[in-house]
């Protein structure tokens, strides 16, 4: 099974500082897509960012960012000077073009910014 | 540009009755996903669906439940005779093709008395 892990269930930042949500996965397929999204109290399921397994750039979003190491199957996030906004539940997912792109989901990490 | 809609947000069933959910995929969408988010839990996958035709179902429930995106109009997921584990948000997506992405909508919570 291609599985998603988040083994974080919660995390805890201060406003302006720094947090990293972990996010690991299965696959054993070459081509394929790693997804971090943020579902605030509206659950409102929001795409954070977006990385393309054959690229090796790390893929930057204004304040996110993330740590691809294809070969550990790591996809971290990393969220810089926090916001109070940014309090949310944070899913990591992934897909593939051959499994028709549907997404596989983590649990998630609840995120909770302390001002 | 509507993004992907969903209807009803809030659907409240007693046992034993039938659910309705439907969803209006992006103007140019033609593939469509849904998903199903129990309390405290990630989303899972349920079925994806191109116009006319079911391509994966291999997360619906064997019975219950059926998914349909007919050539005109917005993809419908039912589930009949609802049990109170049907209780559920359950989300929809949409895609213009295979490129990775998929817009959310809304969700559409489900509540069975």
């Known amino acids: 099974a291609q599985t998603v892990t988040q083994s974080q269930p919660e995390m805890s930042v201060q406003e302006a500082e720094t947090v990293t949500l972990s996010c690991t996965y299965d696959t054993s397929e070459s081509d394929y897509y790693l997804f971090w999204y943020k579902q605030p109290p509206s659950r409102q399921m929001i795409l954070v960012i977006r990385q393309e397994a054959y690229k090796q750039q790390n893929a930057t979003e204004n304040r996110f960012s993330v740590n691809f190491q294809k070969a550990a199957k790591s996809f971290s996030l990393k969220i810089s000077d926090s916001q109070l906004g940014d309090a949310a539940m944070y899913f990591c997912a992934r897909s593939s073009k051959s499994s028709g792109d549907k997404l596989t989901f983590g649990t998630g990490t609840r995120l909770a910014v302390r001002p | 540009n509507a993004g992907v809609m969903q209807n009803p947000r809030h659907l409240v069933r007693r046992r034993g009755q039938e659910a309705r959910l439907r969803c209006s995929p992006m103007?140019?969408?033609?593939?469509v996903y849904w998903y199903r988010q129990l309390p405290e839990e990630g989303l899972k996958f349920m079925v994806y669906?191109?116009?006319?035709?079911?391509?994966?179902e291999s997360g619906m429930p064997k019975e219950r439940f059926s998914a349909e995106f007919p050539k005109e109009g917005p993809s419908i997921l039912r589930i009949q005779q609802v049990v109170r584990g049907d209780s559920a948000a359950y989300f929809c997506?949409?895609?213009?093709?295979?490129?990775?992405?998929?817009?959310f909508g809304p969700g559409t919570r489900l509540t069975v008395t």
């Open positions: 669906l191109q116009k006319e035709n079911i391509i994966d």
């Open positions: 103007k140019g969408h033609s593939h």
């Open positions: 997506a949409s895609s213009p093709g295979l490129v990775g992405e998929q817009y």
